[in-house]
């Protein structure tokens, strides 16, 4: 007996090494985080603008609604919050499996022997049984579901992170679309002041028709373009009231003009990544898991030792029921040692580790994911601003060109149809700013959602 603790001891020691590790992350994720971000974006600021929240950077009272609306309705967002409910439901459950399982297993019977006596007996136990966990099966899947319900919360983190920039994607959309609208509307104005003019002037014989059917054409083709844009404002009007899990309709909103965002954009440290994006915590979560489930297979290998017993009240002499009963007690250890299923947890424990690997190359890519779109957004953003400079410029440029113009026009010779051209090309180059404006904005949105902003 004592040749065989003392086995059992060497055992636990020996295996104890691996079987209860912790998860720690991999040195090679820590140093790969230092490369991510581009030398320009570089910096030993740990400031970010993921460092407000959606309400701090979104200022916009009417978004502001449409946001709440959405993270309290949202579909895919309710669908989340289960999931974080189910996680956490299997992790009470795993911590439970250190507490012995009791069952209360009452017992009758009567019986009767032609021309015997009718026998009754009875039996009233209590029954329980305890896994020791001394090879740490029962704390490996603990600790895979705590790393389960990590990953939950890091999906629903995701979720959330991904919905507000959604709203704000589309709501910025909306205002985008009204601004082109109304452009395409003077724009058009433009265009037929321009027709009139045209046919003025053939009948006054200073052009042809083929001139007037030029112009008339690029006067339908605006009006068709207006058309167009009252489409898409509905049918994104429509999708955004879907993401809001409300029925379609007009969506409430302010202008383009109106809204306000800082003027520098800090990106902090990439290290704060493995902190705050929630797809790269999620796959995280799901490599320590995966490195549980690791450790699980190898306590396969090793002994299960279950400690059960049993207490109760028993007639089983078989007499009458009154007959007085007497206490029963029971107690049985036993020690289940695998043999002839080794080849099948060596298996179990191939695929184990094989599915880490996989976990731990997916974190990986994640990683670098991450830190490519954290460079594209910024680089979006910065691209976007010094357009829109430029288009500053020119819009000041072509409107001193149509007053200019327009003071020719009424001091000397010159042809309305100038005019007219001049303020075409000034109308264009509005609607090529507000584009730039848009790009702009999206550059903010997409930079907050890669650094992980939004999660709180």
Known sequence: MKKIIICLCLSVG????SIYKTYQRPEEAVALTDSLYLQSTKSTDTASIADFSW????????????????????????????????????????????????????????????RGNTTR????????????????????AKREAKAVLEQSEAYRQAVQTG????????????????????????????????????????KAGQTTDMAVAQTEASKLSVDASLLSLE???????????????????????????????????????????????????????ELAAAFYVTNQARSAFYPSITLSGGAGWTNAAGGAITNPGQWLF??????????????KNRANLQVAKAQQQEAMLTFRQTLLDAGTEVNNALIQWQTARGQLKLDEQQITSLASAVRSAELLMQYSSQNYLEVLTARQTLLQAELNAVSDRFTEIQGVINLYHALGGGCD
């Open 14 to 17: 020996l295996c104890s090494c």
């Open 55 to 114: 309400k701090e950077l979104f200022t916009d009272p009417q978004l502001q609604n449409l946001i709440e609306t959405g993270l309290r309705n949202n579909t895919d967002m309710g669908i989340a919050r289960l999931r974080v409910e189910e996680a956490d439901a299997l992790l009470r459950s795993a911590r439970l499996s250190y507490l012995p399982s009791v069952n209360f297993t009452p017992e009758g019977s009567i019986s009767k022997a032609e």
């Open 121 to 140: 007996s009875y039996d009233l136990a209590v029954s329980a049984s305890w896994e020791i966990d001394i090879f740490g099966r029962v704390t490996n």
């Open 163 to 202: 919905l507000i920039s959604t709203i704000a994607n589309n709501y910025y959309s909306l205002l985008m679309l009204d601004e082109q609208l109304s452009i395409s509307r003077r724009t058009a104005e433009n265009w037929a002041e321009n027709l009139r003019v045209m046919k003025a002037l053939k």
């Open 231 to 285: 489409r898409q404002i509905a049918e994104l009007e429509n999708s955004l009231s879907a993401l809001l899990g409300s029925a379609p309709g007009n969506i409430a909103r302010s202008t383009l003009a109106q809204q306000i965002f800082p003027d520098t954009l800090t990106v902090g440290v990439p290290l704060q990544l493995l902190q705050r994006r929630p797809d790269v915590k999620q796959s995280e979560a």
């Open 330 to 343: 029971n107690a049985v250890g036993s020690l289940v040692q695998p043999i002839f299923n080794q080849g």
